[in-house]
T-cell receptor
Framework: DAGVIQSPRHEVTEMGQEVTLRCKPI?????LFWYRQTMMRGLELLIY????????DSGMPEDRFSAKMPNASFSTLKIQPSEPRDSAVYFC???????????FGPGTRLTVL | EDQVTQSPEALRLQEGESSSLNCSYT??????LFWYRQDPGKGPEFLFT???AGEEKEKERLKATLTKKESFLHITAPKPEDSATYLC????????????FGTGTRLQVFP
């Protein structure tokens, strides 16, 4: 299996622009998680899905952030408009179901100028 | 408030010098504890899951243990390739299925 796939790996954009991050989970996994990692706050869960349904989005910082999972093999995290404080590494992870080990993708390093 | 604290923040070891990393937690209910390894520029890599006090898991030079209040990751005779950041995360027994991560211990092993 190829593991969790994320794209792009690096994104540099200007403040105010829309950013879309993409994730393909491991085939057969029913749960998908979006995390953000910064030096100051470590790894923080933004949102997670079970069977393509958003279960907990309490970690989404504000309305500028949105996430979708239209099918079992694809999810997006969108930031609109982006701000410099959104600069971080964003990880997608998947698991067979919530509560067991999660497998992480390589991450997307986002820089907002 | 549920909290996960890892110590030390950073650890420098000579090759072959065994040591332990600590993960302490104050949570209302624990369903499980996970250990991950993260190399620079990469996503966390799963190492172990522990579910109950007294449980131990081993993998090569690493051994993870769990008590009611903390977990230890013991590294025996480390090698330079063990250098990484080690993260622990707790899985709560109520409310939601999310993990709460500690801020990690950055381990450097010198030859």
């Amino acid at each position: 299996d190829a593991g969790v796939i994320q794209s792009p790996r690096h994104e540099v954009t200007e403040m105010g622009q829309e950013v879309t991050l993409r994730c393909k989970p491991i085939s057969g996994h029913n749960s998908l998680f979006w995390y953000r990692q910064t030096m100051m706050r470590g790894l923080e869960l933004l949102i997670y899905f079970n069977n393509n349904v958003p279960i907990d989005d309490s970690g989404m910082p504000e309305d500028r952030f949105s996430a979708k999972m239209p099918n079992a093999s694809f999810s997006t995290l969108k930031i609109q408009p982006s701000e410099p404080r959104d600069s971080a590494v964003y990880f997608c992870a998947s698991s067979h179901y919530a509560g067991v080990e999660q497998f992480f993708g390589p991450g997307t390093r986002l820089t907002v100028l | 408030e549920d909290q996960v604290t890892q110590s030390p923040e950073a650890l420098r070891l000579q090759e072959g010098e065994s040591s332990s990393l600590n993960c302490s937690y104050t949570v209302s209910g624990l369903r499980g504890l996970f250990w991950y390894r993260q190399d620079p520029g990469k996503g966390p890599e799963f190492l172990f899951t522990l579910y109950s006090a007294g449980e131990e898991k081993e993998k090569e030079r690493l051994k993870a243990t769990l008590t009611k209040k903390e977990s230890f990751l013991h590294i025996t005779a480390p090698k330079p390739e063990d250098s990484a950041t080690y993260l622990c995360a707790v899985f709560l027994s109520y409310n939601t299925d999310k993990l709460i991560f500690g801020t990690g211990t950055r381990l450097q092993v010198f030859p």
